[in-house]
Nanobody
């Protein structure tokens, strides 16, 4: 079965960096676009970034452009999100997502940006 397992979240000060990872299994990882979403307390889940199946094309939400970079390693079946210049408003649970014949989500990893 499809499994998405995020890791790498934590507490970081404003201006700091974190790298999230998502280990994928149960499907042909290299055949599907992958995305990161986030959900802050009391807010709707929002799309953060998407990357094409081969990794050649990526897009970011306006709120994270120039600060976050999505990437993937198809040999390792792993998706990444490099987050730099973190702000308190980036505080959220971050989720890995894939849509094969249906949508799948990971369990999420908490990112807290606070001094």
């Amino acid at each position: 079965q499809v499994q998405l397992v995020e890791s790498g979240g934590g507490l970081v000060q404003p201006g700091g960096s974190l790298r999230l990872s998502c280990a994928a299994s149960g499907f042909t990882f290299s055949s599907y676009a992958m995305s990161w979403y986030r959900q802050a307390p009391g807010k709707a889940r929002e799309l953060v970034a998407t990357i094409s199946s081969a990794g050649g094309a990526a897009s970011n939400a306006d709120s994270v452009k120039g600060r976050f970079t999505i990437s993937r390693d198809n040999a390792k079946n792993t998706l990444y999100l490099q987050m730099n210049s973190l702000k308190p408003e980036d505080t959220a649970v971050y989720y890995c997502h894939v849509h094969t014949y249906r949508e799948y989500w990971g369990q999420g990893t908490q990112v807290t940006v606070s001094s």
